[in-house]
């Protein structure tokens, strides 16, 4: 038996070139589950490579919900509502003070280094989320072409090869994703008007629409020279181009959550709440890494047809007449 090792889970044997070249590269969904075999254990790598986009943020989270709260109105004529009812207490003040009463644990502002390290955590996170979406995106493509993939040397590779558009890019892409779920966190709490149902719902389909992009972006990024404008607007084109491929890949994903998100209830129901860290470990170790693996299959298959096959195909013709 073959002892494991640290080293083999971040390194892949090379694949015999005559089966390579004998493989049918069709992208279908039974290729799909065929390269998912292959590379389970190198997804399972990245998996845990990629979790350095979200444990600062889980750590920053963290650090918040453990700041000592103090209690604070939600409204803002509760000052004045109470002050009126300690003059003088009648059933309409004692109504009024119960009706905007209600109050919220918020962090009380006095421990400056937990607030120091909660900056650093999110700086973090958005200064590396660029680059960090590079390496893994690098990866990803080779899984996808079928080839073999060097691990650590590979995301290196990639982020060196791309580090100054990599950064702009990742700081571009984390501000959109904030403020897409912060606007619709916002109007989801405002909504019951036409105004606000429809920002509500219009930002909702934004990032829907930019969640199918992001399969794209850095694809383009890695494969292409091009300025960040005409990669989110190739995106876009891709994003219509590859419909099929997209929807597919997004069931997938939704379908992956739900088996997560039974396995954790199964477990809370058979063991209690201690136990829900088992199955949460157990996503940490192949979630991220699986749905990104879905998204590049259905991303750059759609990109190759449409940009690399009929470069490849005009140089071939080029050279013939040449």
């Known amino acids: 038996?073959?002892?494991?090792?640290?080293?083999?889970?971040?390194?892949?044997?090379?694949?015999?070139?005559?089966?390579?070249?004998?493989?049918?590269?069709?992208?279908?969904?039974?290729?799909?589950?065929k390269l998912l075999?292959?590379?389970?254990?190198?997804?399972?790598?990245?998996?845990?490579?990629?979790?350095?986009?979200?444990?600062?943020?889980?750590?920053?989270?963290?650090?918040?919900?453990?700041?000592?709260?103090?209690?604070?109105?939600?409204?803002?004529?509760?000052?004045?509502?109470?002050?009126?009812?300690?003059?003088?207490?009648?059933?309409?003040?004692?109504?009024?003070?119960?009706?905007?009463?209600?109050?919220?644990?918020?962090?009380?502002?006095?421990?400056?280094?937990?607030?120091?390290?909660?900056?650093?955590?999110?700086?973090?996170?958005?200064?590396?989320?660029?680059?960090?979406?590079?390496?893994?995106?690098?990866?990803?493509?080779?899984?996808?072409?079928?080839e073999p993939g060097f691990m650590l040397s590979d995301y290196f590779h990639a982020i060196k090869r791309n580090f100054r558009q990599g950064f702009f890019l990742g700081l571009l892409d984390a501000a959109i994703l904030f403020f897409l779920f912060f606007n619709i966190s916002f109007y989801w709490d405002q909504m019951g008007t036409f105004?606000?149902?429809?920002?509500?719902?219009?930002?909702?389909?934004?990032?829907?629409?930019?969640?199918?992009?992001?399969?794209?972006?850095y694809h383009l990024l890695i494969t292409f020279e091009l300025s960040i404008m005409k990669i989110l607007k190739n995106a876009l084109i891709f994003v219509m181009l590859g419909i099929k491929r997209n929807l597919m890949a997004a069931l997938g994903m939704l379908l992956l959550t739900a088996m997560v998100v039974v396995l954790i209830a199964f477990v809370t129901y058979l063991f209690g709440l201690n136990m829900i860290p088992i199955p949460l470990m157990l996503t940490l170790f192949f979630y991220m890494g699986a749905t990104a693996f879905m998204s590049s299959y259905a991303a750059y298959p759609i990109i190759d047809r449409y940009m690399i096959a009929p470069f490849v195909k005009q140089n071939q013709e080029e050279s013939e007449e040449t």
């Not at 300690?86 to 119960?98: A, G, K, R, V």
């Not at 109050?103 to 960090?132: E, N």
């Not at 105004?195 to 972006?217: E, G, P």
């Open 195 to 217: 105004q606000t149902d429809f920002m509500f719902l219009s930002n909702a389909a934004l990032l829907v629409l930019y969640f199918f992009m992001r399969f794209y972006i």
């Open 37 to 146: 075999g292959r590379y389970f254990w190198k997804i399972v790598s990245l998996n845990l490579m990629m979790l350095l986009m979200v444990i600062p943020l889980i750590l920053a989270v963290y650090l918040y919900l453990v700041i000592n709260k103090t209690p604070s109105a939600l409204h803002p004529i509760f000052s004045q509502i109470y002050g009126a009812n300690l003059i003088q207490s009648t059933p309409e003040s004692s109504f009024l003070l119960d009706l905007f009463g209600p109050q919220v644990q918020i962090p009380a502002y006095h421990s400056t280094g937990t607030y120091v390290g909660i900056g650093i955590c999110i700086a973090f996170a958005v200064l590396t989320f660029g680059w960090q979406n590079v390496g893994s995106t690098y990866i990803l493509r080779s899984f996808v072409r079928g």
């Open 1 to 33: 038996m073959k002892k494991f090792s640290i080293y083999g889970l971040f390194h892949n044997k090379r694949l015999d070139s005559e089966d390579v070249l004998k493989e049918d590269t069709t992208p279908t969904l039974k290729r799909f589950f």
